[in-house]
């Protein structure tokens, strides 16, 4: 069972998905307390759905000893709801919740929907659909998937690759706002394998002092810009498929420098280990849905940092965006190039 995502009053979580059939895996261990959506979901749907409607507040915070407001910080505050959605009062009558994160005092809260509404412009253009949302660690992260409606690219025959645009936000003032692309196989649904690309991440990220609403004529350029990345990742992806693994040791020697261990092809790895190269090599292995090149590679390696690695899959989900597994997922692209171009060093 998860710890970080956000609950309901009613024991469910602050986390909805896109659900066509029983192929549509939602990453979250406990799918049977996450809300589905039948059918592409409205805005404001998802608003209600993911309670993006309660307000964050900015609280000041009192010294413990002496009781007086420390003006150097502030704090992020959201209310608990109960059942009926409506605040849940103490016994002075005062609403209660929790604290998100100490925040400077000229932090300005990006709200849940206004993130929602970034989206307005694709979604009244029929350019994307709502995937999937949630909050994180007591609602501090705020994110969504959103999908684009252009056709999927085939890397190999039936393993198409979809468009998607991920948001995040974060209330705890460690998080700027980010919007940017990324590509998830649909065999792995609902995964978050985000490779970051730099330029638009850059392009669509705000610091909590400002949040940039983008006009009709940028998000049409964005969207261009989007399904440019989308093609020259695929003719990444299809340089991997196009190369067999060369051996044990040139496979072994990649994990090693995705992960960051020193490379020693001469010992034996155990296949059973709960470690990250023997879990790795293991994966590769029992992947059979396509051939043993370096495309099975990579995607060994996704499927390990969205699935496997981290504590549980809120702490998993986290890093995708933020930490570690983004990092290793760019750089197994990388590393994977170099190996099906010869130039993967196996004493690195």
Known sequence: MSHALSKKADGTYRMAYRYRSDADKVWHEDSTKVLRWLTDPDLETVKTDLEANVPVELRAVKCAVTGYEIPEVKQTWRAHLDVAGNPVLDQLGNASGNRLGIVGPEY???????????????????????????????????WMLAKMTQDPVEVVKDDPVEQYVAIINGHDGKLAFRAFPTTIRIVCQNTMSMAMQSKLAKKFRAKHS?????????????????????????VKFKALAAVNVQSDAHLQAYFQQVIGEKVDTEKEVNKESLRPLGTLMRLFEEDTSTDATWWRAYNSLTNFVTHLRGRNSDARLDNMFTGIGAQMIERGLTLGLDAANGKLDLAA
């Open 210 to 234: 400002r949040l940039v609403y983008m006009k009709a004529n940028e998000i049409r350029d964005a969207v261009g810009a989007m399904q440019g990345i989308l093609l020259d990742n695929v």
């Open 108 to 142: 300005t809260i990006i709200q849940d929907h206004e993130c929602v509404d970034w989206l307005k412009p694709w979604v009244d253009a029929k350019a994307c659909s709502v995937e999937t949302g949630g909050a994180i660690l007591g609602g501090s992260r705020f």
